[in-house]
């Protein structure tokens, strides 16, 4: 993929959007950078993240309960640190801050639980097409200096959703929607929304990968300087 950014985002959605912040924010230590109005009564709470945006997501009307996605668990570098520090922020999501190089990760990771290691493998290496850590043994992989790494687990969603609280989805950030979008397609990923144009700001869509969960892929105006 030709990126734009040389990392991903992570976009989660919550019911309890105080608690949220004031962990993000004091606990975890994310800098607030603003808030954007997704309409509908839904707000997007964007935090940078060593590079990356963490967007907690709010919503008027309170939020379905829905299944867990594949997207298990945060991991943020962090200096001074001998080792993992496990946490977990008030709708009961893991966050993990870490020694940079743990795990390959020099900014932030994403952890998955998938059914199907080897369908991932395939997914991320050919239809992403993306490099993989080679001290990882085959299950991690970078967008840019971002590492997704996942296990495979029992109870891995066979068909995730965008809807539900917790981490829902991650963003990969290009030069060109649609061609990145129709490039995943014809390379075997699946479609979870076609592009479309949100004002001034972004073009964007949505693919999925073998269980179902759901990957943003955005041509934002600010970093291409143009949504053609």
Known sequence: ????????????????????????????????????????????????????????????????????????????????????????????????????????????????????????????????????????GGNSFLCGDSVILFDEAADAPSDATIEGTGFRYITVQVFKTDEEHAGVLARGGHEGQKPQTLGKVARISFIRDPDGNWIEISQRASLTGSLD
């Not at 919550?14 to 997704?38: R, S």
């Open 1 to 136: 993929m030709n990126l734009a950014k040389p990392r991903i985002d992570v976009g989660l959605f919550t019911n309890n959007i105080e608690a949220m912040l004031d962990f993000y924010q004091k606990e975890v230590g994310l800098p607030f950078d603003h808030l954007l109005p997704l309409g509908g009564g839904r707000q997007q709470h964007r935090h940078e993240m060593l590079g990356s945006v963490l967007k907690i997501n709010e919503s008027r009307e309170p939020i379905a309960a829905r299944a867990p996605s594949g997207y298990r668990e945060l991991l943020i570098a962090r200096e001074g640190l001998l080792g993992p520090k496990r946490l977990t922020d008030p709708d009961g999501n893991a966050v993990t801050l870490v020694p940079p190089g743990a795990f390959g990760i020099e900014r932030i990771g994403m952890k998955l639980g998938v059914r199907d290691a080897a369908a991932h493998r395939r997914f991320y290496a050919v239809a992403m097409g993306l490099p993989d850590v080679p001290e990882a």
